[in-house]
């Protein structure tokens, strides 16, 4: 049974840093694509991060370019969105989500996504 599991998320004020991580259980999240996503009450759900599967090739929304870092640690099976220079309107709440064929579709459409989290809140204060 896929499981994915969110972790990391806080309060900080504008201009800090959080590091949430997805731990990924009943398959290897390295053979899959794997994407971030966040969501504020009474918006879509909209793409931040996504890194390929295998090689690593990691993609971006350009609202957060140059502040987020998505990468593997692939000894625990798990996926880290690095945010740095937070500021208020990054706070959602964040969820990962997995799919091997999302990659080749579109990355940034969260229907293209199987398996989710149950997501963690980031609250970044001005």
């Known amino acids: 049974q896929v499981q994915l599991v969110e972790s990391g998320g806080g309060s900080v004020q504008a201009g800090g840093s959080l590091r949430l991580s997805c731990a990924a259980s009943?398959?290897?999240?390295?053979?899959?694509?794997m994407g971030w996503f966040r969501q504020v009450p009474g918006k879509e759900r909209e793409g931040v991060a996504v890194?390929?599967?295998?090689?690593?090739?990691?993609r971006y929304a350009d609202s957060v370019k140059g502040r987020f870092t998505v990468s593997r640690d692939n000894a625990k099976n798990t996926v880290i969105l690095q945010m740095n220079s937070l500021k208020p309107e990054d706070t959602a709440m964040y969820y990962c989500?997995?799919?091997?064929?999302?990659?080749?579709?579109?990355?940034?459409?969260?229907?293209?996504?199987?398996?989710w989290g149950q997501g963690t809140q980031v609250t970044v204060s001005s």
């Open positions: 989500a997995a799919d091997r064929l999302a990659c080749l579709r579109n990355w940034i459409d969260p229907a293209n996504y199987d398996y």
């Open positions: 009943g398959y290897t999240q390295r053979n899959n694509c």
């Open positions: 890194i390929y599967p295998g090689g690593g090739t990691t």
